[in-house]
């Protein structure tokens, strides 16, 4: 830290004594020549740890990743670029987070204020005077942005720029000029702790809504249920939900976006809901429930079977973070954080039929003798995914990519207090990878017991695949499961099946670790190869391997027009809205 007085502190390190006192312990980014001086600080810090990632995409999609482990309480994400080139390349990582909920803080180091001021045509900018074209591109996918040009200001822009990330649960932008860094500025407020905490409910409102749902939940005898979903997890009320489901026994399912919300080996646990493409068990239970409490709905295209709910408002009470609907009426301000305990309260003395209605366990079952239409052998994704929910242990942490490997993981029954990341919403493939890294690095800052693994495929990690040798440099352990199917699988169930476009050029798995890894890493990293179910049974069940002591890559080959079922059907009904039939003479 910077030589500091008793009562002031530079810029710099106020900005990263508020990122460390919000739980950022990892700083994700590239260095440039607009941020040197405040990576010297970044540096000098004893909390927080410069990563360092190959581009800023990779940077940004990390610190997602790391967001997401972190969630609630145990911090944010945090990434660092250069102004303009650096900030560009990081934005569709930031796009995402924005997208799907997570709060990142963006830093740009800029020129300095008299740079600004005088708008000479500087490297990094656009030749044409406009040093204000990349925040107003920030502008897009940020839920609030700040710029610091004083001293006096300064400490207030980032106080309230960090507020809205904690709060709103979404990304910002923050620009730091080179000739601000080290300024100094009075330290106090740093005494008087950031609050993500909503304000309170209108009592009077919220005592109408908690009569209005318990008479619902009255009326609707054994058939009320609980649907959870990504908002759960985002605006941190996943407490406050188990203690619903524990206190009521409802029923409880989960949209995709929701999965790991709650504990999947609970005794109340249904399964995924993804409209038509539900299993019929789970889809009959939610469909044909008399009430349903909708938690943190996020009604994606993808996390709803391309709309495909059928589920009545007049059936449904949605909890938002910042509005709650019950029927038809609509409560603007009445958000889940404070709803919920006192639902909670409300409901538990009921002792509802709905405590008692049977629930089918969700477990994820491997296919008897001679149900695999691949064959005995064959890893397909109707064995695959079964297989791996064995694998699976308390407190893992696992990362699916977009495409075969979010839809197949979904078929996964996970164990106690895993964590699991996906980017159904945004989709941009590549993202797993990177953000793979930052989970790793969260998980070992929280001093989780499980491992991190990655499932991808071989086109989407051949976009990112630079950051493995950011997690060896660190000394993360990831296992990296590497679906090999010969291209863009859930491409090639969307439209152009035998296309070539579709196709990518097959590399060298197994020799990936050995060329990205430092020269002089220890442990080595591990890679095999499996090609039929025995021989990726066998390895799973390799206790040096499931030990997880060093970092390891697995390439299972795979049939690549083999899909799971829910992508199968989630490529039919995009199919139909896309129309490219219609335009193919």
Known sequence: MANETQDSISIGDYLLERLSQLGAQSLFGVPGDFNLGFLDLVEDHPKINWVGNCNELNAAYAADGYARVKHGSHGIGAVLTTFGVGELSAINGIAGAFSEQVPIVHIAGVPSTGQQKLKPMLHHTLGDGRYDAYLKAAQQFTHSQGAIFDAISAASEIDRVLTDCISSARPVYLTLPTDRVFTKIPRGKLDTPLSAMPLQNDPATEEFVLNEIQQLVEKAGSEVIILVDACTIRHDVTEEVWDLIQRTGFPVYSAPMGKAAISED??????????????????????????????????????????????????TVELHSDHTRVQYAIFPGLGMKHLLPRLTARLHPLDSPASRASVPPFRALLPKAGEDPLGEEVISHLYLWPRMSQFLCPEDVIVAETGTSNFGALEMSLPPKSIYLSQILWGSIGWATGAAVGAALAARERQLKGRTLLFTGDGSLQLTVQELSTAMRHGLTPILFVLNNNGYTIERLLHGKDRHYNDIVNWKWTQLLDVLAPEKISPKPKSYTVRTKSELDALLNDKSFASATCIQLVEIMMDKYDAPLALVRQAELSGKTNHYGAEIM
């Open 266 to 315: 609970s005794e109340r646990f249904g399964g995924i809901y993804i409209g038509s493409s539900s299993h019929l068990e789970i889809k009959d239970k939610v469909e044909s429930a008399k009430l349903v409490l909708s938690i943190g709905s996020l009604k994606s295209d993808f996390n709803t079977g391309n709309f495909t709910y059928r589920t009545s408002r007049a059936t």
